[in-house]
């Protein structure tokens, strides 16, 4: 399976989850925040693609501390081959961080079975108007942070 990425942060990042976590940007996105900081990651058309077979590998080989964040564009819009990576990062024993701009109710409706294999969620479009500086892990006030055990919020 083919996932398409625009780039993975391997310096590590303090604010896009729990610790220092590599942060991998897929490509793609449907949603097109205004305001978003990763508009080079819309084109569904760029990027790099990656079987997910060999990223899986290359992560679990780099990533020391096994904790990684994937971001966007937006995960979603390649639903498939971001629950394969999710899966075989959850058991290669990763703490693994989505940030999507999909609502948690929209993520346990149409894609339930990814909550099983995430320990973190950050959910809702960014809105521009409502920015937030001083709350971790997110960009604006209405985007929701989440820790989750076995896919329920704990």
Known sequence: MIIRINN???NGSLVNGPGVRVVIFLQGCNIHC???HNQSTWDENCGVK???E???KELIQKVKNKKVT???GEPFFQAEATFCLVKKLFEAGFN???YTGSEFE???RDFPEILLYLHYIKTGRYKKELRCTIV???GSTNQKFTTLKNGEII
Do not use: A
């Open 34 to 36: 205004e305001g978003c």
């Open 136 to 138: 971790p892990y997110i």
């Open 8 to 10: 993975i942060d391997f």
């Open 54 to 56: 060999d990223l899986s």
């Open 50 to 52: 990656y079987y997910v």
């Open 70 to 72: 994937i971001s966007g």
């Open 96 to 98: 693994i961080c989505l």
């Open 106 to 108: 929209e993520v346990r």
